[in-house]
């Protein structure tokens, strides 16, 4: 199961789990160019293999596996997806 990123994020937008993803699945980064225009990052859940080094890099904890996110944040399993579906 991919890794979520859920409602923390938004306007925080902190990169540090995108430096440490060794697949490059967190989007968008800063040299995207919807950056500014995103309210939060998102994981590729086709890409993400669950190692988890995102997770501690996180400064608000915003990055969950998916079995542990709170069930009132299960709506971003789907804006995560549908984000790498546009």
């Known amino acids: 199961m991919p890794h979520i990123i859920a409602e923390p994020c938004i306007g ?8 440490v993803c060794p697949v490059d ?4 980064t800063k040299d995207d160019d919807d950056y500014q225009d995103a309210d939060q990052l998102f994981i590729d859940p086709d890409t993400c293999i669950d190692c988890g080094l ?3 890099e996180c400064p608000v904890k915003a990055i ?6 709170p069930t009132e944040w299960n709506n971003y399993v789907q804006l ?3 984000y790498y579906n546009q």
Do not use: A, G, Q, Y
């Not at 925080?12 to 430096?19: I, P, R």
């Not at 699945?25 to 968008?28: K, M, N």
């Open 64 to 69: 969950f596996p998916e079995e542990d996110l």
């Open 25 to 28: 699945c967190i989007h968008p």
């Open 54 to 56: 995102c997770v501690d």
């Open 80 to 82: 995560n997806v549908d």
């Open 12 to 19: 925080t937008k902190d990169t540090s789990c995108v430096d």
